[in-house]
Nanobody, 122 residues
Framework: VQLQASGGGLVQAGGSLRLSCAASGRAFGSYDLAWFRQAPGKEREFVAAITWNGAITYYADSVKGRFTISRDNAKNTVYLQMTSLKPEDTAVYYC????????????????WGQGTLVTVSS
C-alpha cells in the first residue's frame, strides 16, 4: 500500500488542522494505521493509532483530548483532527500502516507516507 499525507500548514496556537492520509493499493481496510511526528532535532514519536475497523484508538498522552484519529475505509483514508494546537506540536507528521496494531504503534510498520509539515506559531 502507498500512503500520501496532506493537510499540513501554518496555524496559530489554539487553532485546528485536519491531516489526511490517502492510501492506494488493495486491502486498506485490513491495515491498522498510525500517525507519528518528528520535530526538528528530535526523534520520531508516536501520536495516534487506529485499528483496521476503527473500533479502537490509541493516543500519546501529549495529544490526548486534543487530537482525534479516524478512518474512512470506503475512501481509503485516515484522518488526524488536531485542535488546541500548541507550538510544541510543530513537526512533520507521517502516517504508517501495518497489519498488526502492536507493530504500527511502535513505528515498525511496513508502509510510510512522505510526511506533511505542521507549524504552530505562538
Amino acid at each position: 500500500v502507498q500512503l500520501q499525507a496532506s493537510g499540513g500548514g501554518l496555524v496559530q496556537a489554539g487553532g485546528s488542522l485536519r491531516l489526511s492520509c490517502a492510501a492506494s493499493g488493495r486491502a486498506f481496510g485490513s491495515y491498522d494505521l498510525a500517525w507519528f511526528r518528528q520535530a526538528p532535532g528530535k526523534e520520531r514519536e508516536f501520536v495516534a493509532a487506529i485499528t483496521w475497523n476503527g473500533a479502537i484508538t490509541y493516543y500519546a498522552d501529549s495529544v490526548k483530548g486534543r487530537f482525534t484519529i479516524s478512518r474512512d475505509n470506503a475512501k481509503n483514508t485516515v484522518y488526524l483532527q488536531m485542535t488546541s494546537l500548541k507550538p510544541e506540536d510543530t513537526a512533520v507528521y507521517y502516517c504508517t500502516a501495518h497489519g498488526a496494531i502492536v507493530v504500527v504503534t511502535t513505528g515498525s510498520g511496513n508502509y510510510w507516507g512522505q510526511g506533511t509539515l505542521v507549524t504552530v506559531s505562538s
